[in-house]
């Protein structure tokens, strides 16, 4: 059987909304992106140990501190 119509604002869209205001979920992405951030950082200090060249590894190192500076920020004001 095929799945009934969506219904306006009963969809996934809703519930995308929910989830973005959602306290928890923003603690869980700032948790995710600060680890992100420092595990680029090391990976940064592995490269110039072993003489590889380190330049791609900062530029995820400067998205993923970027994205973790956001959402704390965002996480701190509400």
């Avoid at 095929?2 to 700032?30: I, Q, T």
């Avoid at 140990?49 to 380190?54: F, H, N, T």
């Avoid at 956001?70 to 996480?75: E, G, K, P, V, Y």
């Amino acid at each position: 059987m095929s799945d009934p119509a969506p219904h306006l604002g009963h969809g996934n869209e809703a519930r995308r909304a929910c989830a973005w205001k959602s306290r928890r979920f923003r603690r869980v992405l700032v948790v995710v992106f600060t680890v992100a951030a420092v595990g680029s950082v090391v990976l940064v200090g592995v490269d110039l140990v072993v003489s590889r060249p380190a330049a791609g590894d900062l530029f995820i190192v400067f998205l993923n501190g970027l994205a973790a500076v956001i959402l704390w920020m965002l996480a701190r004001r509400t």
